[in-house]
């Protein structure tokens, strides 16, 4: 990623996203990670098999943006 979009590595960095080449919902799914990491999604067989929260479209992308989830 950092060959192909430097720009973007570097804002992701800056604001402390991570991301990792394996399903979020696989590893919250996991015994054990549920009690560390919570994430969001818009999928609802996502949310129905982990403890992610169901956000729209819309609500995802201000996560993104701001890093703040709506209460």
């Known amino acids: ?3 192909e979009h430097p ?8 604001i402390g996203a991570r991301y990792t080449n394996i399903c979020a919902p696989c590893i919250l ?3 054990g990670w549920r009690d560390i990491e919570r994430g969001v999604t818009n999928s609802n067989k996502a949310r129905f ?3 992610m929260r169901l956000f729209s479209d819309d609500e995802l992308v201000q996560i993104a943006v701001t890093g703040k989830i709506p209460a």
């Open 29 to 31: 799914g996991l015994k």
């Open 7 to 14: 720009v973007l590595f570097r804002d992701m960095h800056v």
């Open 49 to 51: 098999y982990t403890n």
């Open 1 to 3: 990623m950092l060959d």
